[in-house]
C-alpha cells in the first residue's frame, strides 16, 4: 500500500511511515479486512466510510504538521486517520457526531494505545474549550467553512478541509491573522467525502 502512495506522489516521510506503521485492516469490519491495504474507500457503520489510504495521506501530507502540533480532527468514523495522526507524532483532538461510531472507535484506539481525546459532539463547533489549534482536519464533505473551527485555528495555522455538497474542493486555509482578509486560501482539486451533517438528533446516514 505504501509503496502504492509512493507512485501515487506522496513523498512527505513521517505521513509514509505513520501508514506504514497503523494497521488498517483493524479499522475495519472483520467481513471487508481483506481488501484493507487496497486504495479504496470501504463503508464502516452508520452509512459512513473509512477514507481511501491515498485521501488519508494527502490530507495528512498537507496539513504539513509538527511532531507535537495540536490536531483537531472533525469526524473520527473508524479511527483509522486518527491513528496516523497519533502515529505522526500529534496531540488529537477528534470529534464525531455519530454514537455508535464514537462508543466502537474510542475503546478500538484505546486498545491499540492510541492516545487521542475522543469527543462525541459537533463538528460544526469544534471544539472551543480545547483551542486554539495548530491545525484543523475535516474528513467529511463541509458546504461551507465552519466560522467557530477558523476561530479555533491559531494565528499561523492551517485547515485541511473539503467543502462542496456533492462533490467537494479540498481546500488548505491558512490563517494569517485575526481578520477574514488574512485567510489564505488554496485548492488541491476535487474529492468526494461523506456529508458533513448539521445536528446531532439527525437520525439518517
Ligand atoms: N476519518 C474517518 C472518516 C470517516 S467518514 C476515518 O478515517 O474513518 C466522516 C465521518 O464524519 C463520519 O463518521 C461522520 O459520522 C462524521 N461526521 C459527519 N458530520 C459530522 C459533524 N457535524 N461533526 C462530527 N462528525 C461528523
Known amino acids: 500500500m505504501v509503496q502504492h502512495l509512493r507512485e501515487k506522489g506522496i513523498d512527505d516521510q513521517r505521513v509514509l511511515e505513520a501508514m506504514t506503521e497503523v494497521p488498517r485492516h483493524l479499522f475495519l469490519e472483520t467481513m471487508l479486512d481483506y481488501m ?28 504539513d504538521a509538527q511532531p507535537e502540533m495540536k490536531v483537531l480532527e472533525v469526524g473520527t468514523g473508524s479511527g483509522y486517520q486518527t491513528a496516523v495522526l497519533c502515529a505522526m507524532g500529534l496531540k488529537v483532538f477528534t470529534i464525531e457526531r455519530q454514537k455508535e461510531l464514537y ?77 477574514p482578509d488574512l485567510l489564505v486560501q488554496q485548492r488541491f482539486g476535487d474529492c468526494k467525502f461523506v456529508p458533513m451533517r448539521k445536528r446531532l438528533d439527525y437520525g439518517g446516514k
Open 103 to 179: 462508543d466502537i472507535t474510542k475503546p478500538r484506539l484505546e486498545q491499540l494505545h492510541y492516545r487521542p481525546k475522543c469527543f462525541l459532539g459537533d463538528g460544526y463547533k469544534g471544539l472551543p474549550e480545547y483551542g486554539p489549534f495548530d491545525r484543523i482536519l475535516v474528513t467529511c464533505g463541509a458546504p461551507y467553512v465552519p466560522s467557530d473551527l477558523i476561530a479555533q485555528l491559531k494565528v499561523g495555522g492551517v485547515m485541511i478541509i473539503p467543502v462542496g455538497d456533492e462533490q467537494q474542493e479540498m481546500l488548505r486555509i491558512e490563517k494569517k491573522g485575526e481578520t
Open 36 to 63: 484493507a491495504y487496497e486504495d479504496r474507500a470501504l463503508p464502516i457503520k452508520c452509512g459512513q466510510t473509512i477514507s481511501q489510504p491515498s485521501t488519508v495521506a494527502f490530507q495528512s501530507a498537507l496539513l
